[in-house]
């Protein structure tokens, strides 16, 4: 068993896994994340796309009448696992703030130890694990890899660390994956494309972050927008093309500590510039419970332009459909 290391900026792997005796879906991070702040910036830059993915893939399998169990290290939490993430009595500080928002449609396990969280998922019923940012776990046989990476960023300099953000030239990368998943605008996939292809026998899926229906009118809303992911401005766009009245905008770090005085001060300041708080759902999940209800969430939903090809790649690993 080894891992595959490759020179995209996230990866999704789907695979079976003997140690579980389960089908596993591995997903996570593969580009350094240690070191220069460009490095870190390009870190933060991924985990936009990271939990959107995971989630695309936990709906995708239960549509397929499969039992999706998610397992992940619980990065920024204090928990050592494995534990089973309750979003009514766990804290990101404890399991950390993915977990928790992936909670809201499967069982989520935190382990630092990755295999004993497979173990527990598996004896709680999941017939698929997905490793969240298990990429680089020894652990995991992989039937198919499926490499996601940003339509923008692309592959940064295209070189390997520490002269770049690579872990392994490209081309190796690529050339053990089953399927490349682009995300981001139309415009962006197709620079992309001019920039990277050739990309020899290896299907390519665009994908973009749509925001999610929730039968609110963004048109002409006064809004005090924040947000502590990798590319904030990503969000501020999104609300813009909504239509909404940006009065301010607030970038944070990626997994800041939203302390009481922090938001007292976002508060304080939306109030005297009449304005709604607005965050992220990722972000919102690290709101203390009693300030949750003055902040609005806009949720992204990532929606792939075709699943043929990933449906393909699984009925050849033999993940087949149940009833529902």
Known sequence: MCSRSTGASFDALIGRVGLFGQTAVTAGEIRKTAGSGYLCRQHQHRRHRKTPTVIALVEYLKKRGLNPHVVSRGYGGSLRGPVRVNERVHKASQVGDEPILISSFCPVWVARDRAAGGFAAANAGADVIILDDGFQNP????????????????FGNGRVFPAGPLREPIGLGLGRADALVVIGPE???????????????????????????????????????FAGIGRPEKFFATLRGLGADILHTEALSDHQPLTRRLLERLEA???????QLVTTEKDAVRLPEDFRFKVLTLAVRLELADWTPIERLLQNAGI????L
């Open 320 to 323: 087949n459909r149940r009833a």
């Open 187 to 225: 415009k962006a996939q197709q620079q992309f494309a001019a920039d990277w292809s050739p990309i020899p026998n290896l299907p390519v899926i665009g994908g973009q972050l749509k925001p999610l229906e929730m039968g609110m009118d963004w048109n002409g809303h006064k809004v005090f927008a």
């Open 269 to 275: 300041d939306a109030f005297f510039k009449g304005a």
């Open 139 to 154: 652990a995991v046989e992989k039937d198919i890899s499926i490499i996601v990476v940003d339509a923008v960023s692309g």
